[in-house]
């Protein structure tokens, strides 16, 4: 008696909740992304209460549903995830898990009713009502193009701007065309689940062959229903639903037979492959998609068909943007730029004010995109101006939606600007428009667009960083990253919650150069890892591999701290992994991004190994990179891969004492400094002329030396009018380290104590802000040049006591460069002490401080191959015989005679310095007449 009980009581409150649904319930609306939705049952509003018809919920989001009738129960598919819900209860079970609502379902024209809380709970998206607009916002998972023109991943624009050809002709009044006529009005009205289903009932009852006419065209509007959805939810899958649409509408027709299902087939056909452009394969899809836009263009010519030839200008010019964020970034964006124009000749704010808006925001981004290629000043006024003719018909009043859009438009023109000139006020002024399109993009109405722009936001405070209080605005970026995280979750919007976490990683690599490096790259890792959690290798390759060559920075930046060796290594598979993908054939511009990372790579590993070999993988890895970025096409490329050159060639000049090598590091860097001038971009050009100053001092120790020693000192100095103290603190350390290390060669020519003391206020300066938590490589090293400088001052000056303050230093640093068995396993280092020992044992314990001097050599030696370093090996060899000689005037004069000989003899036949080889010269004239005695 109770369970009858309780049966009836669930059926009373069922039938109550039916009696009390709203009077107004047709006029319901609903939104997804702000584009208003129909489904073919209303919603229902029940006791303030709002529900929504299951299937056609769970259909639009691509969902299989079907009822089982012994248990009331309705159950929706999709790619292994199950969502159900029973008739009369308060529950739906998602993935295996019960989630209780706050009503129980009903059955309402026999359709199963569900409360709106099942789309946030079951289908993971956020649902708002607004009563007193009577809809319900739904945000889906709106796509959108990303134009990446400079890897910036800014440029947004709205797939929307395709145009689809609906085919509606009248073709009757029999009831298989009237079937179609009704869907095609329901898929005006975007009820598309309603749309769907009726053209599909209508497929049932006709044949491809006996009804061609009306199969492609029912197929046709199918293929535009999935492409409009794609738009908004499921991007992948509901393009490639519309893909198979459109050709089984092409099987039935051709340009010469059912033409206008042909045309209109091809045009819908080539959108959804843009669409799968964004997804995977850009240039094989986007190959397809141009394909089928030319056979299109046969039927819709500008004469016959002046409103369908225009809408392909347009979708061409989308294609070109989609497709220079993929290789000939300038090419493609100029391309794109000739079909907005002419679609621009059709699209008038007469005749079609939406699609001019949209076009003028197209066009403006794509002369942002080119402002960072060529002609920067003039593209970028033109973006500008582009701009401005939307906000001249454009107001926040009157078209919310497109002003906002534009203001984040401008905003990413004026960061683009930042990027070439000013950048303080441009970037303000960035920040100023991003915050415009905040008031009427809100996390409410707008979640996707409010992440996105907030995303922009980000990454106008990472440049206002680069000028002034670093920290701070990085600090911002962070927190505008975090601001979109509160929409975007994996859950409801996997690919904008990968890319929010992308550019977050970004944040934190960028923050770890300021203070807490190891924790702020830990983070930067965490966050390039969750945005792994979606970019798969499989799913999309093209993201995996961006994010895997991110994450390779991060380790090489690791590895500057600890595990130097392990890190760097790893960073180097990362990059090998990205360019599985990242194919010179394929993505040519990403694979000349990695391959110049590489080389930094390869470089940092020769510091490590000192294996000479991974130089010339370093080389090999830039000279890949050139093949894709020329001077013409890439010039900002171009000169960063050739001032990277010039550093490794630098490196190898000095290891080999080779002038050819050295000429090429000098020629690598006037390569760059053709781009990289001091009026507009003054930070490239002092590290150009830093690495010029580098090759200088390489090529001094070969031939003129006071002359390249001066021009090294003058190279350095040149940096510190563009690398002060307050702006650009660690460029300004670095400079001060140059300055403090090349003291000691200037020292070792011509010995003068201002140019000693002039060092050693140098590595002071550097001190101020490399220290041993934040930088402990680069703090190790001016310390070392610190201890050396003041070796130098105590031999020119005969003090000990100075040479004492040399050797604390020594002692401090000793003690973090011995490892758990007590060896010093760092070959430099044993160098420089083994020169402090030899300077000690001019003042006292000379045999002593000889010995250990020795020994210091003698561990370095075992350390370093000569084929890796010659260079190197040369200078210990030279310095184990000068203290060889000593000693043998101290005891075991032949035997100590004869190991300076050798010495002597191996130094001898890898020294380039005319100079040096004379004076080893008459060193080995000296043993071998006093061995002659």
Not at 152 to 178: F, M
Not at 564 to 588: G, M, S, W
Not at 804 to 827: R, V
Not at 917 to 927: A, G, L, N, S
Request: contains cysteine.
């Amino acid at each position: 008696m109770k369970k009858i009980l309780g049966i009836l009581v669930s059926a009373l409150i069922i039938i109550a909740q039916i009696t009390s649904v709203g009077a107004n319930s047709d006029k319901l609306k609903i939104k997804i992304d702000n584009e208003t939705i129909e489904f073919a049952m209303p919603l229902q509003l029940v006791n303030n209460q709002l529900f929504v018809p299951f299937r056609e919920t769970m259909t639009l989001f691509g969902y299989s549903v079907s009822w089982d009738k012994n248990t009331n129960t309705a159950i929706a598919m999709k790619n292994g995830k199950l969502i159900s819900s029973k008739l009369g209860s308060r529950e739906i079970t998602a993935d295996g898990k019960k989630i209780t609502l706050g009503s129980v379902s009903y059955l309402h024209q026999q359709r199963l009713y569900v409360p709106v809380q099942a789309i946030e709970s079951g289908l993971k998206k956020i649902v708002k009502w607004k009563s007193n607009e009577n809809t319900l916002y739904i945000s889906g998972s709106k796509n959108n193009i990303n134009v990446n023109v400079q890897n910036s991943n800014e440029c947004v624009i709205a797939v929307g701007n395709n145009i689809l050809v609906n085919i509606t002709n009248k073709y009757g009044v029999n009831e298989i065309n009237d079937k179609i006529n009704d869907a095609d009005k329901l898929l005006e009205n975007n009820n598309f689940t309603g749309a769907i289903g009726m053209y599909e009932t209508v497929l049932e009852n006709i044949s491809s062959t006996q009804n061609p006419e009306e199969y492609g065209r029912t197929k046709v509007n199918i293929g535009n229903a999935y492409n409009r959805l794609a738009a908004m939810i499921d991007m992948e899958d509901n393009a490639e639903k519309a893909v198979m649409a459109y050709e089984a509408a092409l099987k039935v027709s051709t340009p010469e037979k059912n033409t206008v299902v042909y045309a209109a087939a091809r045009n819908g056909l080539a959108y959804s492959y843009v669409i799968l452009a964004q997804v995977r394969d850009t240039e094989k899809n986007i190959s397809k998609a141009l394909d089928s836009y030319s056979q299109a263009m046969k039927v819709y010519s500008r004469d016959a068909y002046p409103q369908e030839y225009a809408q392909i200008q347009n979708n061409l010019g989308s294609a070109y943007l989609v497709l220079a964020g993929s290789k000939d970034r300038q090419k493609n964006l100029e391309t794109a730029m000739e079909y907005c124009n002419e679609a621009l000749k059709y699209f008038t704010p007469e005749k079609n004010i939406q699609k001019n808006i949209k076009l003028h925001n197209t066009l403006g981004l794509i002369y942002t995109g080119l402002g960072m290629l060529s002609d920067s000043e003039k593209n970028i006024s033109k973006a500008f101006e582009e701009f401005n003719e939307v906000l001249k018909v454009c107001s926040i009043d009157k078209y919310p939606n497109e002003y906002g859009y534009v203001q984040n438009n401008i905003g990413q023109c004026y960061g683009k600007l930042a990027d070439i000139r000013d950048r303080e006020e441009n970037a303000l002024k960035a920040i100023k428009a991003y915050n415009e399109a905040l008031k009427v993009v809100t996390p409410e109405e707008y979640p996707v667009n409010y992440a996105v722009t907030n995303m922009c936001l980000s990454s106008t405070y990472v440049k206002l960083s680069e000028v002034r209080n670093s920290g701070e605005n990085l600090t911002k970026a962070v927190a505008a990253c975090n601001e979109s995280l509160k929409v975007l979750s994996i859950g409801r919007y996997p690919l904008n919650y990968a890319d929010a976490q992308n550019r977050l990683g970004t944040v934190y690599f960028k923050l770890a150069s300021l203070s807490s490096k190891r924790a702020n790259l830990m983070k930067a890792i965490n966050a390039y890892n969750e945005a792994l959690k979606v970019y798969t290798s499989t799913k999309y390759p093209l993201d995996y591999s961006l994010n895997t060559s991110y994450l390779g920075k991060c380790y090489k930046g690791l590895g500057e701290l600890d595990d130097r060796q392990a890190n760097t290594e790893k960073a180097i598979k990362l990059y090998d992994e990205a360019l599985k993908i990242l194919t010179f054939e394929n993505y040519p511009m990403y694979y000349a991004d990695v391959k110049n990372n590489l080389g930094n790579a390869y470089r940092a590993l020769y510091a490590l190994t000192l294996k000479l070999d991974n130089l010339n993988k370093s080389i090999e890895a830039y000279s890949e990179a050139l093949r894709v970025n020329t001077l013409e096409k890439q010039p900002m490329s171009y000169a960063l891969i050739q001032s990277n050159l010039a550093i490794t060639y630098m490196n190898i000049g000095d290891v080999l004492d080779d002038q050819e090598t050295i000429n090429k590091s000098l020629q690598a860097s006037k390569e760059a400094l053709k781009v990289y001038t001091f009026d507009k971009y003054p930070i490239r050009y002092a590290d150009t002329v830093i690495n010029m100053g580098s090759a200088y001092w390489a090529m001094s120790e070969i031939k003129d030396t006071a002359e390249n020693l001066t021009k090294t000192r003058d190279c350095y100095e040149e940096s510190l009018k563009v690398y002060t103290l307050d702006k650009y603190p660690l460029d300004y350390a670095y400079s001060q380290y140059c300055i403090g290390y090349l003291s000691i060669a200037i020292a070792e020519a011509s010995p003068s104590e201002n140019a000693i003391i002039k060092g050693v206020e140098a590595c002071q300066e550097a001190l101020k802000v490399y220290t041993l938590e934040e930088n402990p490589g680069k703090y190790m090293e001016v310390k070392a040049n610190q201890a050396l400088l003041y070796v130098n001052l105590a031999q020119l000056k005969g003090s000990e006591d100075i040479l004492n303050k040399s050797q604390e230093i020594f002692k401090e640093l000793k003690a973090y460069y011995i490892d758990e068995n007590g060896s010093i396993n760092a070959p430099e280092f044993n160098t420089d002490l083994g020169y402090m020992y030899y300077a000690l044992s001019k003042f006292k314990n000379r045999e002593e401080n000889l010995t250990s001097a020795i020994e210091a050599y003698q561990r370095a030696e075992t350390m370093l191959q000569e084929k890796d370093n010659p260079a190197m090996y040369t200078k210990i060899q030279k310095q184990l015989g000068i203290c060889f000689l000593d000693l043998s005037e101290v005891k075991d004069k032949q035997k100590n005679l004869l190991e300076a000989l050798k010495y002597y003899n191996k130094a001898i036949k890898n020294i380039k310095n005319e100079a040096e080889i004379e004076q080893i010269k008459i060193y080995i004239t000296r043993i071998n007449n006093d061995l002659s005695k």
